[in-house]
């Protein structure tokens, strides 16, 4: 047959081509040829002479072309100068010291002992070579090469032997047993180049690519000398090498990687890549018979049998190669990245989706599979090692490829189930990590000016008045804030990308018949796992997700939540809006949600299904299977009560020890170390309207669960199963939401919060740099010119803190967009209001309020404080919405909670009494409390007032003590007067706050003392003993300090005694405040002797006041040396805080009460044995004689105007002068008293009282207290029935 394929010469009807499929021979030949185009090497090239090409011959001609260019096949054996096997990875079986946790690759390591040690599998000996180091934690690691006859152990590791050489960029030093500064600091994310040059004898290292110098010279070379790439890392540190198993991400010219490329695969898969680019911008014409050029970015496969058969052919040989990580990572994923450099948004570039359904079609399913986990593992390790730069432009890269890849339905629910949370660490998508050399990520650029407070008030917190800014300052500072904005708007492209990412793994409108449930369910299966392992392992560094990745992950998880949330309600209306968001209290009892080993409110889960059933069934409808309450209880005793025993379920996956990744490798998989979970047994009736029929829920693993198990059918109510009587039957939002938001709360309470508080510590170094920087300008300008080396020494300490400022600034600037933003800030607000409405609804359900997990009341809390002490000031809390209602309803949860007998773990209850006693510190918190409720108000103070004994009482006590703080006898200070000249403290604190005195809640204490008599005397009495105790305690402890402080190691005062001893001393004059406010508000509780005990609370209150007195105001006593010696840690002993108080309490009994309690006071006062009228004068700084003493310095309330008022003042000079003339009229009338008429048990007063049935003797104030906690004779041990009064025969 004579025909012309390409020619266009014309042929008979005879000859006319046979067509395959739609394109005839001749146009399937010119197609082909088109894609597969012949090679370029020498020889006929003319249409003529190219041979027929048909799919027959395709699959020979391919095969032919792939391997012309063939190499020798790869092999270690070839490359002179390395030893060792041709895949090069860490020697975990013999070249390692101490402890350490390696990846499933064998190139992710952890340290997990003192200082571990590991090397390489091979070595290299002759030419140059290179491996990097991705940084996965900033901490103490040195890294770089090392012989085979260096020994490691736990203190010596890779530098620190002779034949070793180290870079420490944590330290920013480099190490060959000698050590000298080198190189600059590293941070996570950052790649190490480890460079060794055996033909120069040189090691060099590079940081992100940028050389730091050559770090050694003339290293020990020669026959039996070879190098092998090592680190030593200490606890939890992590990196993770790439010897050349994937592309370098910094080569460097004329260095090999230890691993050779896959040289003759990289030459196949481009080919093959070039056939397929080819095929897309090509188009079979069949109206016009010919193969014309199209647009490949609109390429789609319209089922046209030609194109897809050639595509088969290619992906026969193109699909295995995409299954190794080297190919992926330097073809797919850099043809991928280039169709989406045109820009617009993803949706624009439909040819990604168009090629993801070709791999699904034309390759195996391992073969995707394998292909989607790598490139995704690739994606995941570029966007965490992209160095910053100022558009950010590697990471919105990286993120729009993620977003594309997703945004295919089969390949999202793929990577869901068994890569995203299983392989690779997806939280790192959602995370942006903060530059450590502001320089390098460009902030120089887009914050050129830099600002920051300088004016401070007293206790060294920012004043914040911009009317006393001069115009340089407040053109700085606009200029600073605008820089920030410009920030501002480019991490806002970047959160959106990873927001838009969130919600592809959220959508719940993708269930298919063949793609399975949909993504959102699959995503909450996982992310409960997730969930249970940072909760379950909290000490273990391999599985824990770093907190500053749950920062971030928070923050794009509850815009997402919220976005999702808003679009349920439109399409349901009845629904609440997220602003209004709570968890039902019904999640936390009827066993729908794992919440794994988390403690309850009420204890034990096993204990409150055991002790809680008839609630659960009258309350909720809810039947616990016998069965089930059998087996916990059996738990109970194989765990010995263990924490947690009965919530652990049967089917563990037992004991195989976790796969290291979280910290190490970016990318590598967990073990699967998560349980099963058991769900409660349940009935499913709504309302109990009828008997309820028991029907038993089938037991689930999380992963297990479908769409019906958690949103429920017309049959069931899914997570809401349960729902209390009490509780609206509104919707609230679609429930796997739910679960989701209660998943929020949980991640905030593991680590989010602590890690907030981490990074307020810019701030507090910024402070400290300004204090510094205003302390050495202040000296240069009173330096001297004469005195020009001072001068020059000063003036470079000023260029280094003002360097040091710039760089602070920046990198603030940048905390602030990321973590600290108004946004952000409204996302911690509306967690916590979710938290209050839960645990307000969960309250309402009585009694199975104890079900409810303890970290939403720590979250409620802690995000509370985070608001008030982290945010602020480049945020203010008075601006968020609804802020003082919000303050109200945390008041009352704090006011009922922490003294609710539902709550049973000691440690939940000491944080609700510690947030409490802070609350109420501030003005606005107290406020809030006041306007709780009055029942509610009243109940609290109830609470407060309960006995001391067997309960914390310290909080208690402090949270009286700021009520009063202010009203009290010269209480009106912030910090000691003796203390105003030291440092100034974190002005934060709750105890240097300005004075806010609750005259409502004193007036509340004042009733219900007033009216409960035997309330008031147990109080009171509870008071005295702590206090007795107290500062009997600090006496002690003074006593030993001076002993310990007159031998010759007098530095040897051991610090934790010096810590107890001052918060002994803080203690005693905390309850001498409780007292004075006590005395003040209700003096007839000592006064009124017809109330019972008050004659006794009055001796006891003389008695004790008298012993401190004494023991605080005796000329050169233990006191007065120990305060002088001004130890550390005793800072707060001082004279000034214990003896006002104590004055406060004297002039209230003495002078401001009523004519016949002054009387009362007077005589118990001056009956007292240990009463001293010179302890009276010390307080004015008078001596014996009443002349104020002129010797050494003496405490005098003189010297204190500015804490004491003129009126105070004038009242102690009444109560001295008064107690002057009583003493004196009391001597002169006491008459002798027998030594036989004394009490036997005190011997200062006569025998009053005679005790019956056994009738013993003694006087009433010692009777009367010891029968206060003790109804046996002092004598006979015979119990106490009546005590009569005794009158001294002889005495009328």
């Not at 409780?1074 to 008695?1103: G, H, K, N």
């Not at 036989?1236 to 009367?1264: G, Q, T, V, W």
């Amino acid at each position: 047959m004579s025909s012309k394929d390409g020619t266009g010469v014309q042929k008979s009807e005879t000859d006319k081509p046979k067509a395959t499929g739609s394109v005839n021979e001749k146009l399937l030949c010119h197609y082909l040829h088109r894609i597969f185009p012949e090679s370029s090497k020498p020889g006929p090239a003319s249409a003529a002479h190219r041979k027929t090409l048909s799919f027959e011959n395709l699959g020979d001609h391919l095969e032919k072309l792939l391997t012309e260019d063939d190499l020798p096949e790869d092999g270690r054996d070839q490359v002179e100068g390395c030893l060792g096997p041709k895949t090069v990875v860490l020697d975990h079986s013999s070249g390692f010291e101490g402890l350490l946790f390696v990846d499933d690759d064998l190139l992710g390591v952890i340290g997990h002992s003192n200082f571990s040690s590991i090397r390489a599998t091979t070595c290299v000996y002759k030419g140059k070579w290179v491996y990097e180091v991705l940084i996965s934690s900033q901490g103490l690691m040195q890294i770089g090469w090392c012989t085979i006859n260096c020994r490691f152990n736990q203190e010596e590791g890779v530098g620190d032997t002779p034949d070793s050489y180290a870079y420490d960029g944590n330290r920013v030093r480099k190490w060959n047993v000698s050590t000298t500064n080198y190189g600059k600091s590293w941070a996570a994310g950052d790649i190490v180049s480890c460079l060794i040059d055996l033909d120069e004898g040189t090691i060099t290292f590079c940081l992100n690519g940028q050389s730091l110098g050559v770090a050694f010279s003339n290293i020990k070379m020669g026959p039996s000398i070879a190098y092998f790439p090592a680190i030593s890392l200490s606890f939890k540190e992590s990196v993770a090498f790439n010897f050349g198993s994937r592309p370098l991400r910094y080569p460097v010219e004329g260095y090999r990687p230890l691993q050779n490329p896959p040289t003759s695969d990289l030459i196949k898969a481009n080919r093959l890549l070039g056939y397929i680019k080819t095929l897309l911008s090509t188009t079979i014409d069949t109206q016009e018979e010919k193969v014309v050029e199209s647009n490949s970015a609109s390429w789609q496969l319209h089922g046209d049998s030609t194109v897809l058969m050639t595509l088969a052919h290619i992906f026969n040989h193109f699909s295995p190669l995409m299954c190794k990580v080297y190919l992926v990572e330097d073809v797919l994923m850099k043809f991928l990245l280039s169709i989406l450099e045109g820009g617009g948004s993803v949706e624009e570039h439909p040819l990604i989706q168009e090629l993801l359904d070709l791999f699904w079609l034309l390759m195996e399913d391992y073969e995707v599979n394998e292909c989607l986990k790598q490139l995704m593992m690739s994606l995941l390790r570029a966007y965490r090692f992209s160095p910053i730069i100022p558009d950010l432009g590697f990471q919105i890269h990286y993120l729009r490829l993620t977003t594309a890849i997703l945004s295919h339905e089969k390949s999202r629910k793929y990577l869901l189930s068994n890569v995203l949370f299983d392989v690779v660490r997806s939280v790192v998508f959602f995370y942006i990590k903060t530059p450590l050399r502001v320089n390098e990520a460009g902030l120089e650029e887009l914050i050129p000016t830099t600002w920051w407070p300088t004016r401070f008030d007293k206790e060294g917190k920012d004043e914040r008045d911009t009317r006393e800014e001069t115009s340089e300052e407040r053109l700085r500072r606009r200029a600073y804030e605008r820089g920030c904005h410009r920030l501002k708007k480019r991490i806002e492209v970047v959160e959106e990308l990873q927001v838009q990412i969130l919600r592809l793994m959220l959508n719940n409108k993708d269930k298919g018949t063949e793609t399975g449930e949909a993504s959102r369910y699959i995503f909450l299966n996982k992310f409960r796992k997730f969930l249970q392992e940072n909760a379950s392992n909290r000490g273990n560094p391999t599985v824990l997700c770093p907190p500053e990745y749950m920062v971030c992950f928070l923050h794009r998880l509850i815009t997402a939540i919220r976005s999702y949330w808003d679009e349920g309600r439109i399409k349901c209306p009845g629904s609440i809006s997220s602003e209004d968001a709570y968890v039902p209290p019904q999640l936390f009892y009827n066993g729908k949600v794992d919440y794994f080993d988390l403690q309850r409110l009420g204890g034990l889960l096993s204990h409150l299904k055991k002790t809680l059933k008839d609630d659960l069934a009258a309350k909720a409808n809810i039947i616990i299977d016998p069965a089930e309450i059998q087996a916990t209880s059996m738990d109970d005793l194989d765990e010995d009560e263990e924490s947690g025993a009965a919530q652990r379920p049967s089917g563990a996956i037992g004991g195989a020890t976790a796969r290291p990744s979280w910290l190490s490798s970016p990318t590598l998989g967990r073990a699967n170390r998560f349980f099963s979970t058991t769900t409660v047994s349940l009935m499913t009736p709504r309302r109990p309207l009828a008997p309820p029929e028991k029907v038993k829920v089938r037991t689930l693993v999380v992963e297990q669960r479908t769409e019906e198990d958690i949103e429920g059918s017309h049959s069931n109510d899914g997570l809401l199963l349960g729902r209390p009587l009490d509780e609206t039957d509104q919707p609230i939002a679609e429930k796997s939401l739910l679960e989701i938001l209660d998943g929020v709360v949980m991640m905030y309470n593991l680590s989010v919060h602590q890690q907030l508080g981490k990074m307020v510590v810019i701030s507090d170094d910024i402070h400290e740099y300004t204090v510094a920087l205003k302390d050495t300008e202040d000296k240069i300008a009173q330096c001297s010119s004469k005195k020009a080396d001072i001068l020059e020494e000063l003036q470079k300490s000023q260029r280094v803190f003002a360097e040091k400022l710039n760089h602070l600034s920046r990198r603030l600037a940048w905390i602030n967009v990321t973590i600290f933003s108004k946004e952000k800030m409204l996302d911690v607000y509306w967690l916590l209001r979710v938290c209050i409405r839960t645990i307000e609804h969960a309250d309402n359900t009585g009694s199975l309020f104890a079900f409810m997990p303890e970290f939403y009341l720590n979250v409620a809390m802690n995000s509370y404080s985070a608001l008030k002490n982290y945010f602020s000031p480049s945020n203010c809390m008075e601006e968020l919405p609804g802020y003082e209602d919000t303050l109200t309803h945390l008041a009352a949860i704090l006011s009922k909670h922490f003294a609710d007998p539902r709550i049973v773990g000691t440690d939940i209850k000491d944080s609700l009494m510690q947030a409490l006693a802070s609350y109420v510190c501030y003005p606005q918190s107290l406020r809030a409390v006041e306007r709780i409720p009055e029942d509610q108000r009243m109940a609290m103070m109830r609470n407060l007032l309960a006995p001391y004994e067997q309960r914390p009482w310290a909080q208690t006590n402090w949270i009286l003590v700021r009520l009063w703080r202010g009203c009290g006898f010269g209480y009106r200070y912030t910090r000691l007067p003796h203390l105003l000249k030291t440092k100034p403290e974190d002005a934060n604190l709750p105890s240097l706050q300005k004075p806010c005195p609750s005259l409502r809640l004193q007036k509340h204490m004042a009733d219900l003392l007033s009216q409960d008599k035997d309330m008031a005397a147990s109080f009171l009495n509870s008071v005295l003993n702590q206090l007795n105790w107290a500062f009997s305690e600090f006496i002690g402890m003074l006593q030993e300090i001076q002993q310990a402080a007159e031998r010759p190691e007098r530095n040897f005062v051991d610090t934790r005694q010096l810590k107890v001893c001052a918060t002994c001393f803080d203690l005693s004059v905390s309850l001498l405040r409780v007292l004075e406010m006590t005395v003040t508000l209700i003096p007839q509780i000592f006064l009124d002797w017809s109330r019972p005990s008050a004659e006794l609370l009055l001796r006891r209150l003389a008695q004790l006041l008298n012993q401190v007195l004494n023991r605080v105001t005796a000329e050169r006593n233990l006191f007065d040396r120990v305060v002088n010696l001004r130890l550390p840690g005793l800072e707060s002993v001082d004279h000034y805080p214990i003896l006002v108080a104590v004055t406060g309490i004297l002039v209230s009994i003495l002078v401001d009460s009523d004519k016949q309690g002054i009387s009362r006071a007077t005589v118990v006062l001056l009956s007292d044995p240990c009463f001293q009228l010179r302890s009276i004068q010390y307080l004015l700084g008078e001596g014996e004689s009443g002349a104020t003493s002129t010797e050494s310095k003496h405490f005098s309330l003189h010297t204190y105007t500015d804490y004491i008022s003129a009126e105070e003042k004038q009242k102690v000079e009444q109560m001295l002068a008064f107690l002057t003339e009583e003493s004196k009229q009391a001597a002169a009338s006491t008459a002798p008293t027998s030594e036989e008429d004394l009490c036997p048990i005190c011997y200062a007063h006569s025998i009053s009282a005679i005790f019956k049935p056994c009738s013993h003797k003694s006087c009433k104030a010692c009777i009367n207290q010891h029968l206060m906690n003790n109804k046996d004779c002092f004598f006979c041990k015979a119990t106490i029935t009546g005590v009569d009064d005794y009158t001294i025969p002889g005495l009328s």
